[in-house]
């Protein structure tokens, strides 16, 4: 089977056929369809990608490949075109928690049942999604998180609904778990569904969160908006700055609330004051934002590490239980 072959400017040739003729025009006349998952993505449009490496080989060898011509699949050709410098978009990454505690707040509104791409919930809930996710911008094709795809989304969850009477679509494994949270717990999912748009209304949000680097194995992805959250308003120096000063207030000592470790006592002067602060209520769990000092908990870098390592996170009491005394 031939490797499809072009240059960059056989590519760009491609791209102007493709805009004279229209998309549905340059598929049927070289015998493609549409692209599912990957689209170049040049001045603002999209292109289907494999059809355009295929047209472009042509310019290069004489005889357009067609679809059944080329050796490796739809990610080979994206793969190809990257290399020849072009973006090319991924497919639409699975949805993540959050995205479907919304969906799931949504539907259940409106009894549990299917919306369609028209609904103007459903059209609101796509740009939603769209501020939300942390999949790069470039990288997302003409379909991402689109109100036909967020219609999708009501459907595979309704048919998943213990009364629904149609049969199951083909949803991702957390609708079912997120579903089941909604129906054990329909006030408290609801107050999360409304965090979590709270921590996208934000404006401190509109910028980018910092990836939170708290356990290099794991992916910071999975955490959530209001997980990343909870982190970065752990590190608010003015709150620290309170939460020391009422404890020496109180009469108490600048040391880590679970191991007893006081920087001060080992590093002297250089450590003197220095302490990380730890909210015993992570906002997913309560969604409420305001902070009162109470529910700051002192500890030292290493316990506090070992509470966020991995999910879900230790409450301060898991962690004094799992110290090993020596
Ligand atoms: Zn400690
Ligand atoms: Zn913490």
């Given amino acids: 089977m031939p490797q499809p072959d072009a240059t960059t400017e056989d590519v760009l040739a491609a791209i102007r056929e493709f805009d004279q003729l229209g998309r549905e025009s340059f598929l049927q006349k070289f015998g493609f369809g549409r692209a599912r998952d990957y689209f170049v993505r040049h001045g603002g449009r999209f292109y289907d990608s494999k059809a355009l490496l295929g047209v472009a080989h042509g310019y290069q060898h004489g005889e357009p490949l067609r679809p059944d011509e080329f050796s490796g699949g739809d990610a080979a050709a994206a793969a190809t075109l990257r290399g020849l410098g072009f973006t090319v978009s991924d497919p639409n990454p699975d949805w993540t928690e959050d995205e479907i505690v919304l969906a799931c707040d949504l539907i259940s ?37 689109n109100p036909s795809g967020v219609a999708r989304k009501t459907a595979d969850i309704a048919t998943q ?15 079912k778990v997120v579903l089941d949270q909604f129906l054990a717990d329909p006030a408290g999912m609801a107050g999360r569904a409304r965090a979590i748009r709270a921590a996208i209304d934000n404006p401190d949000a509109t910028a980018p969160l910092p990836d939170l680097d708290l356990d290099p194995d794991a992916s910071a992805d999975e955490g959530g908006i ?17 939460k020391i000063k009422s404890v020496l207030k109180s009469g108490g000592t600048v040391s880590c609330e679970v191991c007893a470790f006081d920087f001060e006592r080992t590093y002297g002067e250089r450590g003197r004051l220095y302490i990380e602060v730890h909210h015993r209520t992570p906002l997913h769990v309560t969604g409420t934002v305001r902070t009162r000092l109470a529910d700051l908990a002192l500890l030292c870098s290493n316990c506090h590490r070992m509470i966020h390592r991995r999910r879900p996170w230790l409450s301060i009491e898991d962690l004094q239980d799992a110290l090993q005394q020596p």
């Fill in 109 to 145: 509104r409106h009894g549990w049942r299917y919306l369609d791409e028209n609904h103007p919930e459903v059209e609101e809930l796509s740009q939603v999604l769209q501020l939300l996710s942390r999949h790069p911008e470039a990288r997302r094709g003409p379909t991402f998180r």
């Fill in 161 to 175: 609904h213990p009364d629904s009477t149609g049969r199951p679509t083909r949803g991702n494994r957390l609708d």
């Fill in 226 to 242: 209001l997980e990343r959250k909870s982190l970065v308003r752990e590190r608010d120096p003015k709150l620290r700055r309170h």
